[in-house]
């Protein structure tokens, strides 16, 4: 793809290596939510400003449960999560968040159907769509 580059940044991020976790780019910031280390979902956010060289931990618990597999978009000025899977279920909720450290509950409970399947969620039409 023209115009994308990929680098190896560093060796040693502040974060625990993990897997499943959301990433997003949001306030000329590089962000990770969330995700998985040795089987426990992880609640944290963390950003780099620097290209992912160097990470800063906006919170160690944004949401109400660690998850994993959980869907991101930006939209109207703020990072939002859905979905995701808290470790024993999946999950419908929906939180939002204008600096990464203090994530606002939307709702616990969607009008859809809970999924760990890692929700795409896109920005369609000034709405945010959700799909599995």
Known sequence: MSGLVS????????????AYMA???????L???GGEVTGTTKNDVWYSEDGGK??????????????SF????????????????????PTDNVYNSTDGATWVTVTATGP?????AGALVEVLQNSAVVAW
């Not at 680098?7 to 993990?18: G, L």
């Not at 160097?54 to 998850?67: I, V, Y």
């Not at 959980?70 to 279920?89: I, L, R």
């Open 70 to 89: 959980a869907g991101f978009t930006v939209y109207g000025n703020k990072m939002w999560m859905v979905n995701g899977f808290d470790g024993t279920n």
């Open 7 to 18: 680098r190896y940044t560093t060796s040693a991020a502040s974060w625990a290596v993990r």
């Open 54 to 67: 160097n990470w800063t931990q906006a919170t160690a618990a944004a949401f109400s449960t660690g998850l």
């Open 31 to 33: 962000w990770i939510g």
């Open 112 to 116: 859809w159907q809970a999924s760990q």
């Open 23 to 29: 990433t997003w780019y949001y306030d000329n910031k």
